[in-house]
């Protein structure tokens, strides 16, 4: 089955810095790759996704890029913000035949702004 | 609904009780996934709807997890004799279809004592 492994498992910055955060993913037949953000106590949102026939995407200070062959996606998130301080979580959906599909997560990057 | 509901947000429950918790997905919403989240980790896939067809459980830790969704919509997740190691948060999310967007419900948090 799937695999995703996510890096770094803690990651503080200073207020303005970028974030950046890496997924790796084992299935290549896996074709959907969503970002999450969960709040303490707090439900996971989605908040960026990119799909496998895209190399990068971008939504104002968050962007993802993904690349196929190595099978690796990352979260860049610029100018960072005290707000934006939360659990990240990456995930990877594989298709499980038909018209089935698995959303697999990573264990998620607890980051920090420290204003 | 406005978002996916669960039910009970927190649960204490004795080593070898059995637990049932609730989700309420969005109106409308094909799919229906369940997830156990242990402290500090990831949501692990438990299992998946179709409507009412239970299409992948590979996930259910063991025989002591069922889960069921007989209408489409309300789906039940059922854990027999809790043990301590069933301790984690149980997130619910629901999708249009099969290639839309996973929306999560708020989660219930099972404490087994």
């Known amino acids: 089955g799937e695999n995703v492994e996510q890096h770094p498992s803690t990651l503080s910055v200073q207020e303005g810095d970028s974030a950046v955060i890496k997924c790796t993913y084992s299935d290549s037949a896996s074709n959907y790759f969503p970002w999450y953000k969960q709040e303490l106590g707090k439900r996971p949102q989605l908040i960026i996704d990119?799909?496998?026939?895209?190399g990068e995407k971008k939504d104002q200070r968050i962007a993802v890029t993904l690349n196929k062959t190595a099978k690796h996606f990352s979260l860049h998130i610029t100018e960072t913000q005290p707000e934006d301080s939360a659990v990240y979580f990456c995930?990877?959906?594989?298709?499980?035949?038909?018209?089935?599909?698995?959303?697999?997560f990573g264990k998620g990057t607890l980051l920090t702004v420290n204003p | 609904g406005a978002g996916v509901s669960q039910s009970p947000r927190y649960k204490v429950a004795k080593r070898g009780q059995d637990v049932a918790l609730r989700c309420d997905p969005i109106s409308g919403h094909v799919s229906l996934f369940w997830y156990q989240q242990a402290l500090g980790q990831g949501p692990e896939f438990l299992t998946y709807f179709q409507n009412e067809a239970q299409l992948d459980k590979s996930g259910l830790p063991s025989d002591r997890f069922f889960a069921e969704r007989p209408e489409g919509s309300v789906s039940t997740l059922k854990i027999q004799r809790t043990q301590q190691e069933d301790s984690a948060v149980y997130l619910c999310?629901?999708?249009?279809?099969?290639?839309?967007?996973?929306?999560f419900g708020q989660g219930t948090r099972l404490t087994v004592v």
């Open positions: 990119i799909r496998s026939n895209v």
């Open positions: 995930a990877a959906r594989a298709p499980l035949g038909g018209s089935n599909y698995k959303l697999t």
């Open positions: 999310a629901s999708s249009l279809r099969q290639i839309t967007e996973a929306f």
